[in-house]
């Protein structure tokens, strides 16, 4: 059974970082792209950033520069850290792979004073 469990979320003010996690289990981790998308209220779900499982990396261009995305095959887990945090990156992030078939529960991130 997949499973990707996201954590790291929570209140920080703007121009903060924070960094979320996921672990992700049952899987083969270190084949599969890895990604982490965002869905603010009232508005789709969009991507934030993808890793290959060469690490070649993707990001938003809203988040280019700010957002960093890695990870560890050997712990089976994907990062983001963010940094210089905006008010519109208020949202729930959710890490996903398998081609979208898999998604975690997603964690809350709210940006504000």
């Known amino acids: 059974q997949v499973q990707l469990v996201e954590s790291g979320g929570g209140l920080v003010q703007p121009g903060g970082s924070l960094r979320l996690s996921c672990t992700a289990s049952?899987?083969?981790?270190?084949?599969?792209?890895m990604g982490w998308y965002r869905q603010a209220p009232g508005k789709q779900r969009e991507l934030v950033a993808t890793?290959?499982?060469?690490?070649?990396?993707n990001y938003a261009d809203s988040v280019k520069g700010r957002f960093t995305i890695s990870r560890d095959n050997v712990k089976k887990m994907v990062y983001l850290q963010m940094n210089s945090l905006k008010p519109e990156d208020t949202a729930v992030y959710f890490c996903?792979?398998?081609?979208?078939?898999?998604w975690g529960q997603g964690t809350q991130v709210t940006v504000s004073s």
């Open positions: 996903r792979t398998g081609g979208g078939r898999y």
């Open positions: 890793i290959t499982s060469g690490s070649t990396t």
């Open positions: 049952g899987i083969i981790f270190s084949v599969y792209d």
